[in-house]
C-alpha cells in the first residue's frame, strides 16, 4: 500500500467508523460488504458513524474515515473537509478517490461543453436546459484526487479494492498495526 506513514496505528479497541462516497459509484461500498459474514465480527470492533449502513448526515469525531470517490463538485469538498476535521485516520478508498478515476476521464473537456451536449435535448425541446437550482452543488472544472485537497494517511488502491483488502486495512488497524496489503490484495484495476 503506498502510503505516506504519518498516522500513528490505533491501539485495539472499538474503533469509530466513517464512510461516504463523493464522485464514485458505491462500488468500492459494494467491495467492502463482499468481506461477507465477517461482517459481523467486524461489528464487535467497530461502530459506525455517518455512513450509508447508517444514513448518518454528518461526520462526528472518528478514529477512521473511509472515503470513496473523487472531487466533482462544491458538496464533495464540503464533505471532505468535514470528514478530515473529525477523522484521525483518513483512507482514500479506490481509484476514484485516488487519482479522479472514471469521473477524470471528463477533465480532458471543457465543463460547459459536457453539459450543453448532455442537455441539449432539453434546448432542442425549448426548455430549460443545464439545471441551475440553487439546491444543487456547483460541478467543479476539473474532477480532482481528495489528496489535492487534504491530507490522506492511507491509500487503498482498485476498482475496487477487494473485500479482503478492506479486512487487511481494518484488521491490521484494530490490531494496532501500520497497515500493509498482502500478495494478491494491491489492485489497480
Ligand atoms: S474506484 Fe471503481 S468501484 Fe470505487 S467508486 Fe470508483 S469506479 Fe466505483
Redesign the pocket.
Known amino acids: 500500500m503506498n502510503a505516506p506513514m504519518t498516522a500513528a496505528p490505533v491501539a485495539a479497541k472499538k474503533l469509530k467508523v466513517a464512510t461516504t462516497?463523493l464522485a464514485?459509484?458505491?462500488?468500492?461500498?459494494?467491495?467492502f460488504l463482499d468481506i461477507d459474514e465477517r461482517i459481523l465480527k467486524l461489528l464487535e470492533l467497530v461502530e459506525f458513524d455517518r455512513s450509508p449502513l447508517t444514513d448518518i448526515k454528518h461526520c462526528g469525531p472518528c478514529d477512521l474515515g473511509l472515503i470513496?470517490?473523487?472531487l466533482c463538485n462544491a458538496e464533495n469538498v464540503h464533505v471532505l473537509r468535514e470528514f478530515r476535521k473529525n477523522c484521525k485516520i483518513l483512507v482514500a478508498?479506490?481509484?476514484?478517490?485516488?487519482n479522479g478515476?472514471?469521473?477524470a476521464q471528463r477533465n480532458h473537456l471543457d465543463l460547459r461543453d459536457i453539459l450543453e451536449e448532455v442537455y441539449q435535448t432539453e434546448y432542442l425541446l425549448g426548455r430549460a436546459g443545464i439545471p441551475n437550482d440553487p439546491e444543487l452543488p456547483l460541478p467543479l472544472n476539473k474532477v480532482h484526487p481528495i489528496h489535492e485537497v487534504v491530507k490522506v494517511d492511507y491509500f487503498l488502491p482498485?476498482?475496487?479494492?477487494p473485500a479482503d483488502a478492506f479486512w487487511k486495512l481494518l484488521t491490521d488497524l484494530l490490531a494496532g498495526r501500520t497497515p500493509t496489503l498482502g500478495h494478491g490484495l494491491l489492485h489497480y484495476d
Do not use: D
Not at 459509484?25 to 467491495?31: D, I
Not at 482498485?158 to 479494492?161: A, F, I, N, T
Open positions: 462516497s464514485g459509484c458505491f462500488g468500492c461500498h459494494m467491495s470513496e470517490g473523487g478508498v479506490g481509484a476514484c478517490a485516488i478515476g472514471l469521473p482498485g476498482c475496487p479494492p
